[in-house]
């Protein structure tokens, strides 16, 4: 996404001559976790994009359109790798290394990487962790079925070559070294629920409380990757139990039986 963002933010000033303040780059996701990385970039002094735009907001308006036009271009053609990025593999596909692992959902993943923190998975050269089951085709912000968009993808990856020839010299050249963290990647420590420990400790309570209330699917339809991250923020006051959209259904069939 930075790569992309860098790129298209350049191009535009070459073209229009503006300044880079005056252009705006947005990107449209599938994951939450994106509109993190765009205000909060890890190892970069601010990010290449503007701003993310989920795609169920907009896919019911690029659908109607799209028919219209006439015909499309683009700078450069994706890869059949580039786009099986987008499902859980992918990653390990695309750069070819026999020795990996590959782990898609918040709930193995965090174990997991646990086990590396252990110092347990020494014999693994590439690991690649997708938070979302499938990986970006399970996305909280998609439109399509999951498993019906694994197909279409793996189906359509197909009919592009695997890879697309292009100079890293030549980008270097022209943008400089743009596929590199320019800042030392740092842990965030943990925030407690509260300062003080005994207040921390009955918010504890109550987040356990929520956790039973809610229905323990980890969809991440409310925005959050599972079922206690919500009920930490409804702790927190960043979100409200209405944001489950399970728990909520639950009540109306409950209340339309009575």
């Not at 790129?7 to 001559?17: D, H, I, K, P, S």
């Amino acid at each position: 996404m930075e790569v992309a963002g860098f790129l298209a933010r350049a191009l535009a000033q070459q073209e229009t001559g503006l300044i880079s303040e005056d252009i705006g780059v947005w990107f449209i996701t599938p994951c939450p976790a994106k509109v993190t990385a765009i205000y909060q970039p890890e190892a970069l002094h601010h990010s290449n994009v503007s701003g993310a735009i989920a795609i169920s907001q907009i896919y019911g308006d690029l659908l109607r359109l799209l028919p219209e036009q006439a015909s499309s271009s683009s700078i450069w053609c994706a890869s059949g790798y580039g786009l099986g990025w987008g499902r859980a593999g992918g990653e390990t596909l695309a750069v070819g290394i026999a020795n990996h692992l590959s782990v898609d959902g918040i709930e193995h993943l965090i174990p997991l990487l646990e086990e590396l923190e252990m110092g347990r998975l020494r014999d693994i050269a590439f690991l690649e962790c997708q938070a979302c089951v499938g990986g970006c085709l399970g996305g909280a912000l998609t439109v399509e079925n999951p498993f019906i968009a694994r197909v279409r993808l793996r189906k359509l990856a197909a009919k592009l070559p695997q890879a697309v020839e292009y100079s890293l010299e030549a980008f270097q050249e022209q943008f400089g070294d743009i596929f590199s963290f320019r800042g030392e990647v740092t842990p965030r420590p943990i925030q407690p629920l509260d300062d003080n420990l005994f207040l921390a400790i009955a918010k504890m309570d109550y987040m356990e409380e929520i956790v039973k209330e809610l229905p323990g699917l980890d969809c991440g339809a409310c925005g959050a990757p599972n079922c206690r991250a919500l009920a930490e923020d409804i702790v927190r006051g960043r979100a409200r139990a209405s944001d489950c959209i399970i728990t909520i259904r639950n009540r109306l069939k409950r209340g339309s039986s009575e």
